[in-house]
């Protein structure tokens, strides 16, 4: 069975950083690209970042560019997301997509706050 | 949002309801794939359509997906109590290099 689940989150003041992570199991994680997806409290779903399956090509949303990196490791099945500069807008649940056939995990919450 | 759906959509129990997403010449219109997502409250999304009108296995074929040019339509039969829940439209944008979606269309089972 596909299952990605995303860890690292938590609470983190303005400026601050979080690395979060997917772990992928259920698939050969290798062969696939993924995203990063996040839904902020009462509003809707945002796309942040994409990376190839071989982790050579990556884009972000301008939302996150130049604050934000992701990256993977295949031997490992892990997909990861870094965060600085970390703002109040950046709150949200964060969740990590597989693009082919959509699938998601159950997300993970940062809250960014003083 | 970049792909636009209407707020609220209602139906019976059994009855058929279809929520609508539409986008331009970037996405949708450029022949990019149109992915459906659910959600229900307090769950992380769950992708209903893949491919324009690929079901995901397990979910039911009450569930269908259709597009044409800049348009694409869920359509839902034997509506289900279950059903119940807000439904997202998602496609690649090549204007923004990325994935786009749908304000959202909940949807209310009588």
């Known amino acids: 069975e596909v299952q990605l689940v995303e860890s690292g989150g938590g609470w983190v003041q303005p400026g601050g950083s979080l690395r979060l992570s997917c772990a992928a199991s259920?698939?050969?994680?290798?062969?696939?690209?993924m995203n990063w997806v996040r839904r902020a409290p009462g509003k809707g779903l945002e796309w942040i970042s994409y990376?190839?399956?071989?982790?050579?090509?990556?884009k972000y949303a301008d939302s996150v560019r130049g604050r934000f990196t992701v990256s993977r490791d295949n031997a490992n099945k892990s997909l990861f997301l870094q965060m600085s500069s970390l703002r109040a807008e950046d709150t949200a649940i964060y969740y990590c997509?597989?693009?082919?056939?959509?699938?998601w995990g159950q997300g993970v919450l940062v809250t960014v706050s003083s | 949002s970049v792909l636009t759906q209407s707020p609220s959509v209602s139906g019976a129990p059994g009855q058929r309801v279809t929520i609508s997403c539409t986008g331009n010449s970037s996405n949708i219109g450029a022949g990019y794939d149109v992915f459906w997502l659910q959600l229900l409250p307090g769950t992380a999304p769950k992708t209903v359509i893949f491919g324009n009108n690929i079901r995901p296995s397990g979910v039911p074929d009450r569930f269908s997906g259709s597009k044409s040019g800049t348009s694409a339509s869920l359509a839902i039969t034997g509506l289900r109590a279950e059903d119940e829940g807000d439904y997202y439209c998602q496609s690649y944008d090549n204007s923004f290099s990325g994935w786009v979606f749908g304000g959202g269309t909940k949807l209310t089972v009588l």
């Open positions: 990376i190839a399956s071989s982790g050579h090509n990556k």
């Open positions: 259920g698939f050969t994680f290798s062969s696939f690209e």
């Open positions: 997509v597989r693009v082919v056939g959509g699938r």
